[in-house]
């Protein structure tokens, strides 16, 4: 609706199936990808997803970019806490 790119990239060899819950993960990555739809006017919203073995652990992960409107220093400080938004005028 908005125009916007949405691009799905990987790097790496993916694992086929993976151990998570999955509510949780569809929570977050919807939560994630939604907020950088909402906030970009103009570009496109990409997730990136990796597979790497490091420190002895097998690590997947997600990066959510966007060429959206950003978060204020002041905005980043609160991000991760409970109950908080980064911008309270939406």
């Given at each position: 609706e908005k125009?916007?790119?949405?691009?799905?990239?990987?790097?790496?060899?993916?694992p086929q199936e993976?151990?998570?819950?999955?509510?949780?993960?569809?929570?977050i990555l919807g939560n994630l990808i939604?907020?950088?739809?909402?906030?970009?006017e103009s570009g496109s919203v990409t997730?990136?997803?990796s597979f790497e073995f490091a420190e002895g652990k097998n690590r997947l992960s997600f990066i959510v970019e966007d060429t959206g409107?950003?978060?204020?220093p002041e905005g980043q400080k609160n991000?991760?806490?409970p109950f908080s938004q980064g911008d309270s005028s939406t």
């Open positions: 125009g916007i790119e949405f691009i799905v990239s990987s790097r790496g060899n993916l993976i151990l998570t819950d999955d509510v949780r993960l569809k929570q939604g907020n950088a739809i909402k906030f970009t997730l990136t997803v409107i950003g978060i204020s991000l991760f806490q």
